[in-house]
Antibody, heavy 118, light 109 residues
Framework: QLQLQESGPGLVRPSETLSLTCTVS??????????WSWIRQPPGKGLEWIGS???????FYNPSLKSRVTISIDTSKNQFSLKLSSVTAADTAVYYC??????????WGQGALVTVSS | QSALTQPPSASGSPGQSVTISCTGT?????????VSWYQQHPGKAPKVMIY???KRPSGVPDRFSGSKSGNMAYLTVSGLQAEDEADYYC?????????FGGGTKLTVL
């Protein structure tokens, strides 16, 4: 059973870059079975898919965020990461990392609240 | 505004059935059989209840079922139970990305 855990700063200043890491246990991030994804949820609002990465390094991004998002993978550490640049208050959200198969997220991290504020 | 459209709320009494709709387009729901439904209780991470339109992960009660017709997908919950009260989200493959619905709050009366 895969387990995922998000980590990173809970507070980011406006205009700076949000950085989160997801550590995967219970399986290899190099597995050909999964895409590794980030999904966020602003307080009291719905889910928004940010993007995903395959073990080969191929990435896929939400068109509305593509200019600000970078997702990377570190197979040696069994981790993948999210960077979101030029953040504003609208980027305040709970950020989830997930494992995705055929566009369905079957395993989720517990979520990390990131607040954008000065 | 979400890419997929869901009714904001739905309700039913214990034991009844309720169906939640998810309206997409010919570029997402209508184009691929990769529609998922997620259940989210307050303060918890979402949980996949249906994937690839009709499939149920191990451990999900068979009271939950999914279907699709054209650009619309549906989640039906039969034999409603108190613990089914939650937010439900649909999602779909949309080419090179994934889109979500805005969510439906299911209330068990």
């Amino acid at each position: 059973q895969l387990q995922l855990q998000e980590s990173g700063p809970g507070l980011v200043r406006p205009s700076e870059t949000l950085s989160l890491t997801c550590t995967v246990s219970g399986g290899s991030i190099s597995s050909s079975s999964y895409f590794w994804s980030w999904i966020r949820q602003p307080p009291g609002k719905g889910l928004e898919w940010i993007g995903s990465i395959y073990s080969s390094g191929s990435t896929f991004y939400n068109p509305s965020l593509k200019s600000r998002v970078t997702i990377s993978i570190d197979t040696s550490k069994n981790q993948f990461s999210l960077k979101l640049s030029s953040v504003t208050a609208a980027d305040t959200a709970v950020y989830y990392c997930t494992s995705e198969v055929n566009s369905s997220s079957h395993f989720w991290g517990q979520g990390a609240l990131v607040t954008v504020s000065s | 505004q979400s890419a997929l459209t869901q009714p904001p709320s739905a309700s039913g009494s214990p034991g009844q059935s309720v169906t939640i709709s998810c309206t997409g387009t010919s570029s997402d729901v209508g184009a691929y059989n990769y529609v998922s439904w997620y259940q989210q209780h307050p303060g918890k991470a979402p949980k996949v209840m249906i994937y690839e339109v009709t499939k149920r992960p191990s451990g999900v009660p068979d009271r939950f079922s999914g279907s699709k017709s054209g650009n619309m997908a549906y989640l039906t919950v039969s034999g409603l139970q108190a613990e089914d009260e939650a937010d439900y989200y649909c999602s779909s493959h949309a080419g090179a990305h994934v889109v979500f619905g805005g969510g439906t709050k299911l209330t068990v009366l």
